[in-house]
């Protein structure tokens, strides 16, 4: 009940249906008011008309009546009496016939000349009600007193009740309009929010959930919730890729120490053999020995570089210089395949780090681009710029590239898909850069070609 009060719907209808009946409640009463006004107006102004006519009338009669009977020569009781013979009769004829014209009105007079009481006539049931009145004085020459006509309020009022029934009726339909539009709106609204409430739950679950293109406002909010989810995601898997790399480093120290002296006993008796056996039969037999001792020597070189501790010598030097030589080192290892390695530096950029763990770094990289180029021809490229306080290099190849699936075991050790892989080269080069404060970020379409874009502090 509280979430129902609570709720953007409940509040939203009850704020516009407040706001309609004020609204419409205060146009009605001023409306009314005015109408009130103009109503009182014409109808005093039409009574009074009448109530004119009837003084007037009656004035008329009494002069005539003043000739016919030569009052100014019979005495006052005479004219008393003939006013009252004649005057009253024809007067009340008129007045009754003219009263039957409008049944609405009230009517009387009280003129003592003809009439000792008042005379009243008119509907009783309006008796007690709220009248408006029109009083006319007769001239006291012409026997005094006064007319009146009156109309009971009720009557005069009757158009404007019409009308303040359609205006009830507009406000009524105007609430229901209006919460019925405020539910279409909310409705809408409220099914976004219910998409992000209900994103978030999955969310909460599976990272990877992803919201689509809402538009509006909340479509911003789930935009933002997607970045941050990304980033989220992105920090998790940093975390995770460090932490194991940590451990994984310690146990490799060990192991590799306990097989290097024996792989450098291995070599050294093989090379001896290799000697005596020279042109006899056997010789065949060494050989593969020396191969593949080489190759676990690799290895064994590798795990050392990843497993050392992390001691980081820094100094400043020229990354222009630092890119050519590692372009020159590269080069060993195209043999004689047509492979283009290109190096592009937007100025002279200085850094502060340790020149040895990048060049490691890059040259991990740009030996697996070069090694990427399965088909023997193609193009790495190294693009170094300088980005506020940061150098971002870009590391581009036109190789084989990698499937979504093939990249998210880049970096942990011993993932490789080659046959004379050691898979540790992404794991030293990730090593290196987290170990600048910096990071590597991967582009790859199958079949089309890979950039590493490494980003570093420049650190000065
Ligand atoms: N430039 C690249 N193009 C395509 N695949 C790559 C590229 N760089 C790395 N990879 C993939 O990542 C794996 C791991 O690389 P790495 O750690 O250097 O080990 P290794 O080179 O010994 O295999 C490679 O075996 C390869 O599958
Ligand atoms: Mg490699």
Redesign the pocket.
Known sequence: MKRFFQSIRFQLTITIVIFILVNTIFIASVTLRNFEKGITDIETSRISVIASQLTERYERMYRSEYIARNFADISEEQQRIYLRLFLKTSFEEYFNDLIKNFPELEFGYSIPAIEDSTVFVGNNTYRFDKKLTVVKNVNAGHGGGYIFVDEPLPIVMKPLQEIREDINRIIIYSVIVAIFLVLIVTTLFTRRIINIRRGLKILEKDLDFRFPQFGGEIGDIALSINSMAENLKKNIDAMQRSESLRSLGMFTVGVVHEVRNPLTSIKGFAQILQKKLQGKEEEKYINPILIEADRLGKVVDDLLRFGRPAKIDKKVFNLNSFFDHIVEMSKHYVGDKNIVISKECEGDININADEKKLEELFL?LVI??I??LEEGNGEVSIQVRKTGENVVVNIR?T????TEE?MKN?FVPF????AE???????IAYRAATEHDGKIDVQ?AKGEG?VFTVTLPLGI
């Open positions: 991990n697996n681009g090694q990427s190849d190789g084989i590239g990698m093939e880049l993932y490789t898909t080659k892989g050691t898979g540790m080269g992404l794991a790859s890979t």
